[in-house]
């Protein structure tokens, strides 16, 4: 059997897990002194009810390996083969601690992958694999696959407000200000190293389109799905799904809610999307 393990950088919930059978290694976010298991003992909502609550900034804390050493030795002594898909090495150590407990294990039945990307193209590139895994292919074949596709996975975020890119040092006060008085909305894109801001937008009504003309622009690969992430605005993300359908974006389209580790940067009611670009 062919094991697919990822993290919850991921944003898919533990319930999605379970109707996809693969397994997701939680990260860590405290506040305070209380720490708390991502997406098993806080779920992504209730983590952006305590962003905006909570007197202290959430901090996060990678898988350790010895948690993936436990689930790669487990799997490889049953006979399996597990592919594993995980967030950026350059914005997470979670990759590290992977490659760490796969030395320790050392099996050519344990794949590991640096999917250069996290939060929506992340999901994306699992429901991808999982995929592949239900039609028959090999774990090699899947990770010759998921790696061709790596460089076509885009991720762009707009964001709502600066006050968290403040927070968390990205923008100066000033910049954070002046952005706020003319309503400017920054946009992201995930890439290997990191978020690098890539547009700024005016006003609400501009950021869901400038999601749509992105695509527009650059196609997505209708073989492969869509992914909308939000950050705590489910309402905006199935109205936005709308707009995709009138825009006449045929893909099949999948809902996820940003997790703690990008949440904390970009704080609540943000938008996204994830999808393969297709190439000529």
């Not at 689930?71 to 090495?89: C, E, P, Q, R």
């Not at 709502?160 to 000033?174: A, C, F, N």
């Amino acid at each position: 059997m062919i094991r697919i393990i990822t993290d919850s950088l991921c944003d898919l919930t533990m319930e999605h897990a379970k109707k996809l059978n693969i397994d997701i290694l939680p990260l860590t976010v405290r506040f305070g002194e209380q720490d708390y298991k991502c997406g098993i003992e806080l779920s992504n909502e209730e983590f952006y009810e305590k962003l905006e609550t909570s007197s202290d900034n959430p901090s996060t804390a990678a898988v350790n390996p010895y948690e993936f050493e436990e689930k790669f030795k487990s799997y490889i002594d049953n006979g399996d083969d597990v592919v594993a898909i995980l967030f950026s090495k350059h914005m997470s150590a979670t990759y590290q601690s992977a490659s760490i407990a796969a030395g320790n294990v050392d099996s050519d039945r344990l794949h590991l992958i640096d999917c250069e990307n996290g939060a929506m193209g992340q999901a994306l590139l699992i429901e991808t694999a999982v995929a592949m895994r239900d039609k028959g292919l090999s774990a090699d074949e899947i990770t010759e696959k998921i790696t061709e596709l790596l460089p076509k996975t885009k991720t762009y975020i707009v964001i709502d407000t600066m006050e968290y890119l403040k927070r968390g040092g990205r923008i100066s006060k000033s910049a954070a200000l002046i952005g706020g008085l003319m309503k400017l909305h920054p946009v992201l894109q995930v890439i290997a190293d990191g978020a690098k801001p890539v547009d700024k937008v005016k006003g609400k009504k501009s950021c869901n389109a400038w999601l749509i003309n992105k695509l527009t622009e650059n196609p997505a690969d209708t073989s492969y799905q869509l992914v909308i992430g939000h950050s705590n605005a489910p309402e905006r993300a199935e109205a936005f799904k709308e707009q995709l359908r009138e825009a006449g974006i045929t893909n099949d389209i999948f809902i996820t809610c940003i997790g703690p580790v990008v949440g904390t940067h970009i704080g609540p009611n943000c938008l996204g999307i994830g999808y393969i670009e297709k190439t000529n």
